[in-house]
């Protein structure tokens, strides 16, 4: 337990002090690695806690960043309101399209959200007059909040963009970690199971979907605000895809696993766009390679090796498990 | 006057040509034990799929305590106090047995939809899972994996997730099969130990269990009532007897 | 009169293409229950390989065989190297196959380039066709003509010939197949191969209207998803309905609203969904 403190502060202190000792580009790095880690940290709660794996991921991204790009750039309104309007159009779109993905059974949810993705992408691909079509939407102003620090400054968003970011993430925490959590595992498991223990598994099922798209709107926005840019490919399969490739990286079911895989995925591909064109190659191999050989991603794997070894010192030990000190729900 | 808990009125399943259940009039009075026995294929696991509401009826009623719940959703029908084991195991294989538990326990409490407070700090709902794993003797097994547990262990863990609910309809379908002789024991002293005021629905193919548990017993055949009566009448039925000739023992 | 028979037709000949795809999509899926993403991508690349060939040879046919065997190859290969073993654990099969059609998509920039091209038209089919008040390009035509006659030749496949009855034989109950000394492994691979095959012919067909660049595979892929959505998947049948109806809707859509054609093409397939979740004639 004080290990997983200390690593913890020592994490905070880190990210606190970063824009101050590294260069620019990196922090920039380290903030597109929060945004998207916190979409796919949504993702996971959909796919890895729930067992629903969204290929549609990005819509709810993209929509809230082109609500912020539109509002912003074509009717002047003040990127506070845009903030918030974005946030909301893309809880509005999960709780539209959650009506028929839930309505799907197995197979056809991934079918269906990979096709729900892609037809908002036609939309913001071919309603030109309004989402400006192939160019996007260039020129979104700095986000604005009254404060004494301007954002307009990277490095004090990147502060913005942390703050945001560990909001977002201490709620997603408590919600994997509350009974509302615990069911969408029970739905995962045996949803016929939880049916006869009284839950309306649906509604659960809902509600998740409509939350992961609510906290990628959230996601969405912040992006929309540093990159000062939205187009049609923040909204493609390839960006739906990019996610859960992060889930999986990072290991489904772990909620901290994806941001380590967005960290894998946002700086693998700086790496590689500095030397070759062929980022959607290396993304296709990764991702062969990550199902062949490492299905439970680095947190998934790290997690089984340490249970194994904290049951084995249990059974060398012979003593049962304390009474309610170790918290046996899932981190 | 005794209440009657469960009645069903001409029950029908169909798949097809197939008719599972065909056509199934009970009437199971508060807190009687009753088994449903039968040979393979009689339709009795589908029976109880029907009275569970995961499976939907063909036809006919199912009325619980004067209510008709035909039309009502298994979690509405947990909600009126049905409870269900399964033939097949159907635990949660990824969550540790006090998660299992959990899960039960808040089943039919509005506190299932919490979502922030962490789900161990509960306190009453963490000590209604404890009182009932710890009466089975899988609290010191909380933090194991489904995997970990015995066969034995997790058929008990099947009834535990059953009575979290606080049924006032239990069916157990089958809950010693596979089990030892001293798991079998130890399972029909805890259906026999059960709240009499619980109605329990039994489906056994081991007779012993069922004459030793149950009060009443009906028989299916081919999805139909072949007979139904108290331990002795069904015994001494010739239309029984010549059912189960060679399939088993009365 | 004249606007809406042209549209008829060019509905008609999208669904041509679409069904090409659709009903290797849902060949693959009755059979292997594998989702394959890569799908758009065989698209693709029968297109892109029967580009060269014409563009070498001037030969059409030859391109269009040379397309669909491509795409069968690298079927197979996809399979039987990846897939197969992944039996049952569908998940992993469709990111895998996710993954594949990134590699394939980018594989294809990398050797043709991002440029649009056209397969040309095969000068016997070039021209158009009087049909009453109105001229129709009879490539079109003919397009339509090669659907119609592939779904009859699938449908008589299945239900008619001895294939047909081990490929059922083999979805129906695998172990029991095997049991009976059914070779079943060729067969998946071999039905595999089949649906890219038809993927690819798909891609050849469409070369000369729809075009062939990067990202015509992400385009026509959840169209083939809407297809399957709303026929169902693993039925022939629903594969040539919902064919129909997403081309001809499309068509119109593009016809009447196009900025938002792409996104209202998704409306059948809502409706379907919320009517009949597994599909017109599904089975799940």
Known sequence: MAGRALLWGVGVVAALALPQVVPLYFTHLVLLTMVYGLSAMSLDLLAGYTGLTSFGHAAYFGAAAYTVGILTTHHHVAPAAAFGAGVLVATLLAAAYGLLATRAVGVYFLIITLALGMGTWGLAYRWSSVTGGDNGLPGIPPLDLGLPWSLADPRNYYYFVLLAFGLAAFLLYRLVQSPFGLALRGIRESEGRMRMLGYNTWLHRYVAFVVAGAFAGFAGTLYAFHNRFVSPPDLHIAASAEAVLMVILGGAGTLFGPLVGAGIVVFLRNLVSAYTQRWMLILGVVFVLTVLYAPQGVAGGARAVWQRTRRRARAAEGAPAEAGKQPVVQR | ?250 | MQFWLTQLLNGLSFAALLFLLASGLTLIFGLMRIVNIAHGSYYLLGAYVALTVVQATGNFLAAALAGSLTVAAVGVVMQRAFLARFYRAEQAQVLLTMGFSFIFADLALWIWGGDPHRIPTPSALAGSVALGPTFFPTYRLAVIAVGAAVALFLWLLQERTRLGAVVRAAVDDQEMARGLGIHVDPVLTGMFAVGAALAGFGGVMGGPFLGVYPGVDSEVLPLAFAVVIIGGLGSLKGALVGSVLVGVLDNLGKAMFPELSYFTLFVPMAVVLAIRPTGLFGRG
């Not at chain 2, 005794?2 to 807190?31: F, I, M, N, W």
């Not at chain 2, 009502?72 to 269900?84: E, K, Q």
């Not at chain 2, 069916?171 to 059960?194: F, K, N, Q, Y």
């Open chain 2, 1 to 250: 006057m005794s209440v009657v808990c469960l009645r069903t009125e001409g029950l029908r399943k169909h798949y097809g040509g197939l008719r599972a259940v065909d056509g199934v009039d009970l009437e199971v009075l508060e807190g009687e034990r009753r088994a449903i026995i039968g040979p393979n294929g009689a339709g009795k696991t589908t029976l109880f799929h029907l009275l569970s509401g995961e499976v939907p009826a063909s036809g006919g009623r199912i009325v619980l305590f004067g209510r008709d719940v035909t039309r009502l959703p298994p979690y509405r029908r947990t909600g009126l106090g049905i409870g269900r084991t399964y033939q097949v195991t159907n635990l949660f294989p990824r969550l540790s047995v006090l998660e299992n538990a959990l899960l039960a326990t808040f089943g039919l409490r509005p506190q299932k939809y919490d979502p922030f407070r962490p789900a161990l700090r509960h306190r009453e709902v963490l000590d209604e899972a404890r009182a009932l794993l710890e009466a089975f003797g899988l609290w010191d097994k909380r933090d194991w994996p489904i995997g970990s547990l015995s066969y034995g262990e997790q058929r008990q863990l099947e009834i535990v997730l059953a009575l979290a609910g606080q049924p006032r309809l239990l069916l157990l379908d089958e809950p010693t099969a596979g089990l030892s002789p001293a798991e079998t024991h130890a399972v029909t002293r805890i259906v026999r130990g059960l709240d009499p005021k619980i109605t329990v629905l039994l489906i056994e193919h081991d007779m012993d269990v069922a004459f030793q548990v149950a009060q009443r017993i009906t028989v299916l055949h081919f999805g139909r009532v072949l007979a139904e009566g108290t331990v002795d009448e069904v015994r001494g039925n010739p239309d029984v007897q010549a059912i189960y000739l060679g399939v088993g023992e009365l």
